[in-house]
């Protein structure tokens, strides 16, 4: 079965740092990509998403990702953080010829930023 | 439009007891889902819909019970609660589901306890 990695279970960061988030995926046939954030108390809501072309992907917020096919990455990365970010943030992964969308999750990384 | 929304937020069961959690969009999607989420594990596919009268099993589908009698409407039903289902539990929306490339829109959850 498909799974989706999120090594990063923590990260602590002062505002103004650079954020990246990792994420990999064992899937190896064509996939779609999405990062989502959920902000306390709130509901998860879409970052970006990857289905096809530029590798580089431009988000919300200031958040982009890169696509790296040869290492079934996803990372998600932003410049320069701010207090506001602080969320919890998952990668989802969904096969392109299932059928229906199903997408899988990593299981979040919970990140903090610090004023 | 309200989005997708839940009922109720909070809820407190004890075991062997039943209850419908209520899950309604406005935004005329053919495809519904419901996760649940729990910490370390992050969101997992319980039960989707492709349009009403039609039900598919996801990841986690023991103990649950949905249907679909209307486009609008996704109830998820736990028979005889159990201390393991004490979860956060989303429910989600996209245009079609038979497209990956579709964005789901989550609603705010709700948070079951069953002692």
């Known amino acids: 079965a498909q799974s989706v990695s999120q090594h990063n279970h923590h990260v602590i960061l002062s505002e103004a740092a650079s954020l990246e988030l990792g994420c990999n995926y064992s899937?190896?046939?064509?996939?779609?990509l999405f990062w989502y954030v959920q902000y306390p108390g709130q509901h998860l809501q879409l970052l970006l998403k990857y289905f096809s072309g530029d590798p580089l992907v431009k988000g919300i917020k200031g958040f982009e990702a890169e696509f790296i096919k040869s290492k079934f990455s996803f990372n998600l990365r932003k410049p320069s953080v701010q207090w506001s970010d602080t969320a919890e943030y998952f990668c989802?992964?969904?096969?392109?010829?299932?059928?229906?969308?199903?997408?899988?999750f990593g299981t979040g990384t919970r990140l903090l930023v610090s004023p | 439009n309200a989005g997708v929304t839940q009922t109720p937020k909070f809820q407190v069961l004890k075991t062997g007891q039943s209850m419908t959690l209520q899950c309604a969009q406005d935004m005329n999607h053919e495809y519904m889902s419901w996760y649940r989420q729990d910490p370390g594990m992050g969101l997992r596919l319980i039960h989707y819909?492709?349009?009403?009268?039609?039900?598919d099993q996801g990841e986690v589908p023991n103990g649950y019970n949905v249907s679909r009698s209307t486009t609008e409407d996704f109830p998820l039903r736990l028979l005889s609660a159990a201390p393991s289902q004490t979860s956060v539990y989303f429910c989600?929306?996209?245009?079609?589901?038979?497209?990956?490339?579709?964005?789901?829109?989550f609603g705010p959850g709700t948070r079951l306890t069953v002692l």
């Open positions: 989600a929306s996209s245009y079609s589901g038979q497209s990956s490339t579709d964005t789901q829109y």
């Open positions: 989802a992964v969904n096969e392109v010829n299932t059928g229906f969308q199903k997408l899988v």
């Open positions: 819909s492709v349009g009403a009268g039609i039900t």
């Open positions: 899937y190896g046939g064509t996939v779609n």
